[in-house]
T-cell receptor, first 113, second 113 residues
Framework: AQTVTQSQPEMSVQEAETVTLSCTYDTSESDYYLFWYKQPPSRQMILVIRQEAYKQQNATENRFSVNFQKAAKSFSLKISDSQLGDAAMYFCAYLNRDDKIIFGKGTRLHILP | KAGVTQTPRYLIKTRGQQVTLSCSPISGHRSVSWYQQTPGQGLQFLFEYFSETQRNKGNFPGRFSGRQFSNSRSEMNVSTLELGDSALYLC????????????FGPGTRLLVL
Protein backbone atom coordinates (compact mmCIF):
# COMPACT_ATOMS: atom_id res chain seq x y z
CA ALA A 1 0.00 0.00 0.00
CA GLN A 2 1.14 3.50 -0.74
CA THR A 3 2.09 5.91 2.03
CA VAL A 4 2.60 9.66 2.09
CA THR A 5 4.84 11.26 4.69
CA GLN A 6 5.04 14.91 5.62
CA SER A 7 7.86 15.18 8.12
CA GLN A 8 7.20 18.78 9.19
CA PRO A 9 4.04 19.06 11.33
CA GLU A 10 4.48 22.83 11.60
CA MET A 11 6.49 25.54 9.90
CA SER A 12 6.77 29.30 10.10
CA VAL A 13 7.96 31.77 7.51
CA GLN A 14 8.31 35.52 7.42
CA GLU A 15 5.96 37.36 5.09
CA ALA A 16 7.49 37.84 1.61
CA GLU A 17 10.01 35.06 2.22
CA THR A 18 10.18 31.65 0.54
CA VAL A 19 9.30 28.39 2.26
CA THR A 20 9.53 24.76 1.18
CA LEU A 21 7.25 22.04 2.50
CA SER A 22 8.49 18.46 2.27
CA CYS A 23 6.66 15.35 1.17
CA THR A 24 7.87 11.84 0.48
CA TYR A 25 5.84 8.89 -0.67
CA ASP A 26 6.25 5.19 -1.09
CA THR A 27 4.90 3.32 -4.09
CA SER A 28 5.75 0.63 -6.59
CA GLU A 29 3.61 2.22 -9.28
CA SER A 30 5.12 4.13 -12.16
CA ASP A 31 2.12 6.16 -13.18
CA TYR A 32 0.27 8.29 -10.64
CA TYR A 33 -0.68 11.81 -9.65
CA LEU A 34 0.59 13.91 -6.80
CA PHE A 35 -1.13 16.90 -5.29
CA TRP A 36 -0.73 19.66 -2.78
CA TYR A 37 -3.94 20.78 -1.14
CA LYS A 38 -4.40 23.80 1.11
CA GLN A 39 -6.89 23.86 3.96
CA PRO A 40 -7.27 27.33 5.49
CA PRO A 41 -9.00 27.89 8.84
CA SER A 42 -12.33 27.95 6.98
CA ARG A 43 -11.62 24.21 6.42
CA GLN A 44 -12.44 24.19 2.71
CA MET A 45 -9.79 22.21 0.87
CA ILE A 46 -8.34 23.88 -2.19
CA LEU A 47 -6.16 22.26 -4.81
CA VAL A 48 -2.87 24.17 -4.99
CA ILE A 49 -0.94 22.21 -7.56
CA ARG A 50 -0.98 18.87 -9.36
CA GLN A 51 1.84 16.82 -10.84
CA GLU A 52 1.54 13.89 -13.21
CA ALA A 53 4.30 11.36 -12.59
CA TYR A 54 5.06 10.80 -16.25
CA LYS A 55 5.83 14.49 -16.73
CA GLN A 56 9.40 15.37 -15.87
CA GLN A 57 8.74 19.09 -15.81
CA ASN A 58 7.91 20.46 -12.39
CA ALA A 59 4.42 21.97 -12.09
CA THR A 60 4.08 25.67 -11.34
CA GLU A 61 1.08 27.78 -10.36
CA ASN A 62 1.97 31.43 -9.85
CA ARG A 63 3.91 31.62 -6.55
CA PHE A 64 3.63 27.87 -5.97
CA SER A 65 5.99 25.38 -7.54
CA VAL A 66 7.03 21.82 -6.85
CA ASN A 67 10.28 19.93 -6.91
CA PHE A 68 9.32 16.47 -8.11
CA GLN A 69 12.05 13.88 -7.76
CA LYS A 70 10.52 10.63 -9.00
CA ALA A 71 13.47 8.37 -8.26
CA ALA A 72 13.74 9.72 -4.74
CA LYS A 73 9.94 9.67 -4.34
CA SER A 74 9.99 13.24 -3.17
CA PHE A 75 7.47 15.97 -3.90
CA SER A 76 8.17 19.27 -2.15
CA LEU A 77 6.16 22.48 -2.43
CA LYS A 78 7.85 25.85 -2.65
CA ILE A 79 5.89 28.98 -1.84
CA SER A 80 7.57 32.18 -2.98
CA ASP A 81 6.80 35.66 -1.67
CA SER A 82 4.72 34.23 1.20
CA GLN A 83 1.54 36.12 1.99
CA LEU A 84 -0.64 36.18 5.09
CA GLY A 85 -3.35 34.39 3.13
CA ASP A 86 -1.02 31.43 2.66
CA ALA A 87 -1.41 30.49 6.30
CA ALA A 88 -3.13 27.11 6.30
CA MET A 89 -2.72 23.39 6.66
CA TYR A 90 -1.05 21.90 3.58
CA PHE A 91 -1.64 18.31 2.58
CA CYS A 92 0.41 16.29 0.18
CA ALA A 93 -1.63 13.59 -1.58
CA TYR A 94 -1.05 10.63 -3.87
CA LEU A 95 -3.59 9.25 -6.34
CA ASN A 96 -2.95 5.62 -7.20
CA ARG A 97 -3.97 3.65 -10.25
CA ASP A 98 -7.04 2.33 -8.43
CA ASP A 99 -8.14 5.95 -8.27
CA LYS A 100 -7.80 6.06 -4.47
CA ILE A 101 -6.25 9.15 -2.97
CA ILE A 102 -3.96 8.95 0.05
CA PHE A 103 -3.19 12.05 2.09
CA GLY A 104 -0.24 12.89 4.28
CA LYS A 105 -0.80 14.09 7.85
CA GLY A 106 -0.34 17.71 6.84
CA THR A 107 1.97 20.62 7.60
CA ARG A 108 0.60 23.66 9.36
CA LEU A 109 2.14 26.78 7.88
CA HIS A 110 2.27 30.04 9.86
CA ILE A 111 3.06 33.33 8.14
CA LEU A 112 4.77 35.87 10.39
CA PRO A 113 4.03 39.53 9.59
CA LYS B 1 -21.23 28.14 -10.88
CA ALA B 2 -22.06 27.40 -7.30
CA GLY B 3 -19.49 25.33 -5.44
CA VAL B 4 -19.94 22.07 -3.61
CA THR B 5 -22.41 22.42 -0.77
CA GLN B 6 -22.76 20.25 2.29
CA THR B 7 -25.56 20.15 4.81
CA PRO B 8 -25.74 20.41 7.67
CA ARG B 9 -22.54 22.24 8.55
CA TYR B 10 -22.60 21.15 12.18
CA LEU B 11 -24.24 18.22 13.88
CA ILE B 12 -24.31 16.84 17.39
CA LYS B 13 -25.44 13.27 17.96
CA THR B 14 -25.21 10.73 20.76
CA ARG B 15 -23.69 7.28 20.65
CA GLY B 16 -25.88 4.68 19.03
CA GLN B 17 -27.77 7.13 16.87
CA GLN B 18 -27.49 7.33 13.13
CA VAL B 19 -26.78 10.32 10.96
CA THR B 20 -27.21 11.32 7.33
CA LEU B 21 -25.04 13.93 5.67
CA SER B 22 -25.77 15.50 2.32
CA CYS B 23 -23.55 16.74 -0.47
CA SER B 24 -24.57 18.63 -3.59
CA PRO B 25 -21.86 18.65 -6.24
CA ILE B 26 -21.02 21.40 -8.66
CA SER B 27 -23.58 21.50 -11.45
CA GLY B 28 -22.60 19.03 -14.17
CA HIS B 29 -20.28 17.02 -11.94
CA ARG B 30 -21.14 13.36 -11.81
CA SER B 31 -18.65 12.05 -9.27
CA VAL B 32 -18.83 12.58 -5.53
CA SER B 33 -16.22 11.40 -3.05
CA TRP B 34 -16.44 11.39 0.73
CA TYR B 35 -13.61 11.79 3.23
CA GLN B 36 -13.29 11.67 6.99
CA GLN B 37 -10.86 14.03 8.68
CA THR B 38 -9.80 13.52 12.30
CA PRO B 39 -6.82 14.85 14.25
CA GLY B 40 -5.52 11.34 14.86
CA GLN B 41 -6.04 9.62 11.53
CA GLY B 42 -5.89 12.63 9.24
CA LEU B 43 -7.79 12.58 5.98
CA GLN B 44 -9.13 9.23 4.92
CA PHE B 45 -11.06 8.27 1.82
CA LEU B 46 -14.49 6.80 2.52
CA PHE B 47 -16.05 6.12 -0.86
CA GLU B 48 -16.76 7.51 -4.28
CA TYR B 49 -19.92 7.50 -6.35
CA PHE B 50 -20.24 8.04 -10.05
CA SER B 51 -23.52 7.96 -11.91
CA GLU B 52 -25.33 6.50 -8.90
CA THR B 53 -22.84 3.63 -8.55
CA GLN B 54 -20.20 3.18 -5.87
CA ARG B 55 -16.93 3.02 -7.76
CA ASN B 56 -14.50 2.91 -4.93
CA LYS B 57 -14.43 2.28 -1.24
CA GLY B 58 -11.95 2.95 1.54
CA ASN B 59 -11.29 0.84 4.62
CA PHE B 60 -14.24 1.73 6.79
CA PRO B 61 -16.74 -0.56 8.54
CA GLY B 62 -20.13 -1.29 7.05
CA ARG B 63 -21.71 1.27 9.40
CA PHE B 64 -20.59 3.84 6.84
CA SER B 65 -22.65 3.81 3.69
CA GLY B 66 -23.63 6.16 0.97
CA ARG B 67 -25.69 6.64 -2.10
CA GLN B 68 -25.98 8.94 -5.04
CA PHE B 69 -29.14 10.16 -6.68
CA SER B 70 -29.89 10.74 -10.34
CA ASN B 71 -29.18 14.46 -9.93
CA SER B 72 -25.70 13.52 -8.61
CA ARG B 73 -26.46 14.66 -5.08
CA SER B 74 -25.02 12.25 -2.57
CA GLU B 75 -25.79 11.25 0.97
CA MET B 76 -23.61 9.54 3.49
CA ASN B 77 -25.05 7.58 6.37
CA VAL B 78 -23.38 6.43 9.55
CA SER B 79 -25.33 4.02 11.71
CA THR B 80 -24.78 3.16 15.37
CA LEU B 81 -22.55 6.14 15.97
CA GLU B 82 -19.41 5.76 18.07
CA LEU B 83 -17.40 8.46 19.82
CA GLY B 84 -14.62 7.89 17.30
CA ASP B 85 -16.90 8.94 14.46
CA SER B 86 -16.55 12.55 15.60
CA ALA B 87 -14.86 14.18 12.65
CA LEU B 88 -15.05 16.63 9.81
CA TYR B 89 -16.69 14.93 6.84
CA LEU B 90 -15.70 16.37 3.51
CA CYS B 91 -17.18 15.68 0.16
CA UNK B 92 -15.64 16.51 -3.17
CA UNK B 93 -17.05 16.51 -6.66
CA UNK B 94 -15.45 16.05 -10.04
CA UNK B 95 -16.69 16.18 -13.58
CA UNK B 96 -15.86 12.59 -14.40
CA UNK B 97 -15.03 9.45 -12.49
CA UNK B 98 -11.40 10.21 -11.75
CA UNK B 99 -10.19 12.15 -8.73
CA UNK B 100 -7.53 13.99 -10.69
CA UNK B 101 -9.40 17.26 -10.37
CA UNK B 102 -11.87 17.49 -7.56
CA UNK B 103 -13.47 20.37 -5.72
CA PHE B 104 -14.17 20.15 -2.03
CA GLY B 105 -17.11 21.34 -0.03
CA PRO B 106 -16.83 23.16 3.31
CA GLY B 107 -17.45 20.00 5.31
CA THR B 108 -19.84 18.83 7.99
CA ARG B 109 -18.52 18.83 11.54
CA LEU B 110 -20.01 15.86 13.42
CA LEU B 111 -19.68 15.59 17.17
CA VAL B 112 -20.74 12.35 18.82
CA LEU B 113 -21.37 12.55 22.56
Amino acid sequence: AQTVTQSQPEMSVQEAETVTLSCTYDTSESDYYLFWYKQPPSRQMILVIRQEAYKQQNATENRFSVNFQKAAKSFSLKISDSQLGDAAMYFCAYLNRDDKIIFGKGTRLHILP
Amino acid sequence: KAGVTQTPRYLIKTRGQQVTLSCSPISGHRSVSWYQQTPGQGLQFLFEYFSETQRNKGNFPGRFSGRQFSNSRSEMNVSTLELGDSALYLCASSLVWTQETQYFGPGTRLLVL
